[in-house]
């Protein structure tokens, strides 16, 4: 890779971010529509994942170009983990000074963001050797590395990735349990679960890292791990298909979020399966991997437009059309990322 693409791709999720911060400040600052008060401030923290992906995006590309130093192998981490914080501070706080319905759902959509920015810094930790795997993949036995992560530390890793996971299905079950109380707990609880798929999805991505970089990886792993992101993918389309079903708009809606954020599962698994097939095997087809969250980020800018139209005849799609645009800048974001594992870890 050189220096020149090495600065594109670390520029994409900055970008990305730039566009979830402007968009959603526009929507929140524009119009008289209410929606705008959930719409805006969570295509705003959507951003903050791409400020997390950053983090992850630079923790690689500076090991493959070989301008990583000590202190971006702590400050690009602690930058991840730090946009998590803020970002489920301000949720917390929106949700908690106004009791409409509209701050209560933006709220803990937000919260549930930031879980999903807390797996991706967990992945950039995770990645502060990456240049592990390619020599693992190398390899034909099965020894720990010394300079990997020690069993403690890289299981430590995993379980912090797999605990935000955790918390994010409780979180959804506590809410979906409250549905017949008030259609905030309905929507808010529907969006959380494909918030969970990504978290369980992510958690499926830092085992993949961790196992290959302390050279523990097995076979039926190359199976395993891609099965799961697939599967959180599947699940939040399927079950994103049946809310749409709903006669009631408002609810229905929501139904489009969870395909988008089915779709960013999705993304994510191009880079489970790029790490799998790539492991001590040459595959001739990995430069086509990132095609994968190309694909699945038209398919949100495409779902956004007909929302689009929709809004105009019921203000229901008014939300979904702006969310699922922040989502396609996700997926964006996720293409430069798998671009960066093909270009530092593909054999052929």
Not at 4 to 28: D, E
Not at 175 to 195: C, E, F
Not at 294 to 309: I, Q
Request: glycine residues 8%.
């Amino acid at each position: 890779m050189n220096y020149g693409i090495s600065v594109l791709f670390r520029a994409i999720p900055l970008l990305m971010a730039l566009f979830c911060f402007g968009y959603g400040a526009f929507v929140l600052g524009m119009g008289t529509d209410p929606a705008r008060y959930v719409a805006g401030p969570v295509v705003m923290s959507l951003g903050m994942i791409c400020i997390a992906l950053f983090a992850t995006a630079a923790t690689i590309i500076r090991q493959i170009i070989h301008t990583y130093n000590t202190v971006a192998k702590y400050a690009l981490p602690v930058l991840g983990y730090l946009a998590a914080l803020l970002t489920f501070i301000y949720g917390w706080e929106y949700f908690s000074e106004a009791p409409t319905a509209g701050h209560f759902v933006a709220g803990h959509v937000i919260c549930g963001v930031a879980f999903i920015t807390a797996c991706v810094a967990t992945t950039a930790t995770s990645s502060t050797r990456f240049t592990l795997i390619p020599a693992n993949s190398d390899a034909t036995g099965h020894d720990t590395p010394p300079q990997a992560f020690s069993a403690i530390q890289g299981n430590i890793l995993i379980a912090v990735a797999a605990l935000l996971a955790l918390t994010a299905w409780i979180w959804t079950i506590w809410l979906l349990a409250k549905s017949d109380v008030h259609n905030a707990y309905y929507i808010a609880g529907h969006v959380m679960a494909g918030i969970s798929c990504i978290c369980t999805s992510l958690v499926a991505l830092v085992a993949t890292i961790v196992r290959q970089i302390r050279n523990s990886y097995s076979h039926p792993e190359r199976k395993w791990w891609p099965a799961v992101v697939l599967a959180m993918g599947t699940l939040g389309i399927l079950w994103g298909l049946l809310v749409t079903t709903e006669h009631n708009p408002a609810k229905s809606s929501i139904g489009y979020i969870m395909i988008g954020l089915g779709l960013v599962c999705y993304s994510i698994s191009s880079k489970v399966i790029l790490l799998a097939a790539i492991w001590r095997n040459i595959f001739k087809l990995a430069n086509r991997i990132p095609l994968i969250p190309v694909f699945t980020a038209l398919a949100c800018l495409f779902l956004s437009a007909f929302l689009f139209e929709m809004a105009g005849m019921h203000e229901a799609y008014f939300v979904p059309a702006r969310v699922l645009a922040g989502l396609g800048g996700i997926c964006f974001t996720l293409f430069s990322i798998v671009s960066i594992l093909e270009s530092g870890t593909s054999k052929g």
